[in-house]
């Protein structure tokens, strides 16, 4: 088994920061990709940011430039800096992870995520 457990989410005014935190542990052999998606009710999961096991990033439009994600690989964990925050930015954000087990077999995992309320 594999758990992803976030941190950091909250209510702040817009135009400041948070940084989100999502630590993977369990039975994991390796993990290949770690990101971040958001969702709104009504709308379909989207994805935010994520990174491979070798620090390669990729984007959603709506986050470039403001947004940075980073991995700590001995600790299993993906963070998300998060600056110059908007309202449309307010979403439960979930991390994942692409995780080998320690019987080889390849999964996605899911945190349980976490609220970001930008909000004057």
């Known amino acids: 088994q594999v758990q992803l457990v976030e941190s950091g989410g909250g209510l702040v005014q817009p135009g400041r920061s948070l940084r989100l935190s999502c630590a993977a542990s369990?039975?994991?052999?390796?993990?290949?990709?770690m990101g971040w998606y958001r969702q709104v009710p009504g709308k379909q999961r989207v994805l935010v940011a994520d990174?491979?096991?070798?620090?390669?990033?990729n984007y959603a439009d709506s986050v470039k430039g403001r947004f940075t994600i980073s991995r700590d690989n001995a600790k299993n964990t993906v963070y998300l800096q998060m600056n110059s925050l908007k309202p449309e930015d307010t979403a439960v954000y979930y991390c994942?992870?692409?995780?080998?087990?320690?019987?080889?077999?390849?999964?996605?995992?899911w945190g349980q995520g976490t609220q970001v309320t930008v909000s004057s």
């Open positions: 994942y992870a692409t995780v080998r087990t320690h019987l080889q077999r390849v999964s996605n995992y």
């Open positions: 369990g039975s994991i052999f390796s993990i290949n990709a």
């Open positions: 990174i491979t096991d070798v620090g390669f990033t």
